[in-house]
């Protein structure tokens, strides 16, 4: 049982908008920045998102986030066969007994 | 270019002990915190174990606690995590990974190695 919570799966065609959601609680997301991660079928993960909605180099546009109160989503736009992967959120908490938290991922099918 | 590359994994009995080593290059590893990240066979992430960039302070996860040390070798740009009292529900990839300064997240990942917990 993951901490924050992610729909199990997600779909689009090409050239579409799809969106992923992650919610929290005011421990994590509340209080603390949100992180997007994408991980390609067999390799590890890859920073997509950081505070909430900034973007690494290299990152294209077509990528973005938002937070609200408890929850944060993940956007993608004009979707591509190469976006199909697993993407995870996370986000620092303030619980003592824990540290950084992780959704339970999100699998995005490009259809 | 950042690398973080891990070695160490393999089959073990459980019960039994494995000692992971990442090793870093391309930055300045002294001056980051680490972390290890381990994901169960098509399971999702999680956090295990995090030190920060003198070693002076560590996180583990209460799934792992009592039975797993990390420490590092900034001298050799290495990281370590010493696992024992393996169990089956140890058995995911472990992944070392580079905690961004500035609240910029785990912003680089191994490649990972493979731990398998088994008789």
């Known amino acids: 049982q993951s901490v924050l919570t992610q729909p199990p799966s997600a779909s689009g065609t090409p050239g579409q908008r799809v969106t992923i959601s992650c919610s929290g609680s005011s421990s994590n997301i509340g209080s603390n920045y949100v992180y997007w991660y994408q991980q390609l079928p067999g390799t590890a993960p890859k920073l997509l998102i950081y505070k909430n909605n900034q973007r690494p180099s290299g990152v294209p546009d077509r990528f973005s986030g938002s937070k609200s109160g408890t929850s944060a989503s993940l956007a993608i736009s004009g979707l591509r066969s190469e976006d199909e992967a697993d993407y995870y959120c996370a986000a620092w908490d303030d619980d003592l007994s824990r540290d950084v938290v992780f959704g339970g991922g999100t699998k995005l099918t490009v259809l | 270019e950042v690398q973080l590359v891990e070695s160490g994994g393999g089959l073990v009995q459980p019960g039994g002990s494995l000692r992971l080593s990442c090793a870093a290059s391309?930055?300045?590893?002294?001056?980051?915190?680490m972390s290890w990240v381990r994901q169960a066979p098509g399971k999702g992430l999680e956090y295990v174990s995090a030190i920060s960039s003198n070693g002076g302070s560590t996180y583990y996860a209460n799934s792992v606690k009592g039975r797993v040390t990390i420490s590092r070798d900034n001298s050799k740009n290495t990281l370590f995590l010493q696992m024992g009292s393996l169990r089956a529900e140890d058995m995911a990839v472990y992944y070392c990974?580079?905690?961004?300064?500035?609240?910029?997240?785990?912003?680089?990942w191994g490649q990972g190695t493979l731990v398998t917990v088994s008789s």
């Open positions: 391309g930055f300045s590893f002294s001056s980051y915190a």
């Open positions: 990974a580079r905690v961004g300064i500035g609240a910029v997240g785990i912003d680089y």
